[in-house]
């Protein structure tokens, strides 16, 4: 069974830009969530979508969104990128939404300069 | 707010001991406490979970004690191998349709040779 993959895996933006960052979920998947790593600030939640619908929401700005298509792949787009964007984003699936038992990809490394 | 902290920051054991890490939470509605373990260049994966209706849980060299009085929980790894070098985050959250797992800043172990 296919794991969680995500695209593109390395990518360098410059301020201002968006970027947009790809996650296919293990089949049959529903639920995916999406977090940002950086050093200081360890694993910070990002959104959950279940059944193309925001589950819930992290404390980030509006900059950042997401959306989840019918066969549960989901997509995240950050806009007009700050240089603290700079992160690993990681997509994370489960069978269905509200469980801890995620299986996450291995990220995608933004590097914004 | 950090709502799950982890200690101590960074951890160092020579090969065969016991690596003990902790982790304190302050929401008593979490009822789901998991453990992943995370491998430079890789997501995190889930290593061991726990709730908080057992004190103890044990899988192979891995064991989770859990006090709920205290609402700390910690991961102990038996036999410590150079394979176990991770950096460790534990984890806690209220399991529901919208709830989210909130991670604790993770720690870094090393195990010598």
């Known amino acids: 069974k296919a794991g969680v993959t995500q695209t593109p895996r390395y990518l360098i933006k410059t301020r201002g830009q968006q970027v947009t960052l790809s996650c296919s979920p293990i089949?049959?998947?529903?639920?995916v969530s999406w977090y940002q790593q950086t050093p200081g600030q360890g694993l910070q939640f990002l959104f959950e979508?279940?059944?193309?619908?925001?589950?819930n929401k992290g404390n980030f700005p509006g900059r950042f969104s997401g959306r989840q298509f019918s066969n549960s792949r989901s997509e995240m787009n950050v806009s007009t990128l700050e240089l603290g964007d700079s992160a690993l984003y990681l997509c994370?699936?489960?069978?269905?939404?509200?469980?801890?038992?995620?299986?996450f990809g291995e990220g995608s490394r933004l590097t914004v300069l | 707010q950090q709502q799950v902290k982890q200690s101590p920051q960074s951890l160092i054991v020579q090969k065969g001991g016991i690596s003990i890490i902790n982790c304190a939470y302050e929401?008593?509605?979490?009822?789901?406490f998991p453990w992943y373990q995370q491998f430079p260049g890789k997501g995190p994966a889930l290593l061991i979970a726990?709730?908080?209706?057992?004190s103890e849980k044990k899988e192979g060299r891995f064991t989770i004690s859990f006090n709920k009085s205290a609402k700390q929980f910690s991961l102990h790894i038996m036999d410590s191998q150079p394979g176990d070098s991770a950096t460790y985050f534990c984890?806690?959250?209220?399991?529901?349709?919208?709830?989210?797992?909130?991670f604790g800043k993770g720690i870094t172990l090393s195990v010598r040779p």
């Open positions: 994370a699936s489960s069978l269905s939404a509200g469980t801890g038992e995620l299986f």
């Open positions: 089949s049959g998947h529903r639920s």
């Open positions: 979508y279940f059944s193309e619908t925001q589950r």
């Open positions: 929401n008593t509605a979490f009822d789901y």
């Open positions: 726990i709730r908080p209706d057992v």
């Open positions: 984890a806690a959250m209220m399991t529901g349709a919208n709830s989210k797992l909130t």
